[in-house]
């Protein structure tokens, strides 16, 4: 276990899409715990392989609900309904937030770290996450699609 270095915009590699895995190593189960880990000393509910700075397909996500730890590997949404719009931030863009609309509700699909398909259902900050994370895989960054964009330090009283 490690905790890793959180890519910061504007590298190129947050732009980039991410590659598909095609086969669960030591290596891709050592990056699901590296992430979490990672993820937790942050004090996130969300990171992307990309954010790490690696081209894969995979996500780890953790909102503080009864799900606990979510490890999707080529995680894909397969549904969504509704719409939320709301404030995100990101690790990998610290000293923003932005007003952001997503689905309110979204089912994603993808494989665990022992590589069995696994469907998770989330709604409001769950459904948030998964999509904020899986935007990442396909180069795309809450800042791209907010439809307002602020320094959260300004709103924090900070300089």
Do not use: W
């Not at 997503?102 to 998770?120: F, Q, S, Y």
Request: hydrophobic letters at 40%; charged letters at 30%.
């Amino acid at each position: 276990m490690a905790i890793r270095i959180i890519v910061k915009e504007p590298d190129e590699v947050l732009h980039k899409k991410a590659k598909e895995v095609t086969k669960i190593t030591p290596n891709v189960q050592k990056l699901l715990t590296d992430m979490a880990e990672t993820m937790y000393d942050a004090d996130g509910v969300g990171l992307a392989a990309p954010q790490v700075g690696i081209l894969k397909r995979v996500i780890v996500v953790d909102v503080g609900d009864d799900n606990g730890l979510i490890e999707l590997i080529n995680p894909e949404i397969v549904s969504s309904s509704g719409e939320q719009l709301g404030s995100e931030g990101c690790l990998s863009i610290p000293a923003l937030n932005g007003e952001v609309r997503r689905a309110m509700e979204v089912t994603v699909k993808g494989l665990d770290r022992d590589g069995n398909e696994i469907t998770i259902t989330g709604t409001e900050l769950l459904a948030r996450a998964l999509q904020h994370e899986i935007d990442h895989l396909n180069g795309v960054l809450f800042t791209d699609i907010a439809e307002r964009v602020y320094d959260r330090r300004l709103d924090e009283g900070g300089e």
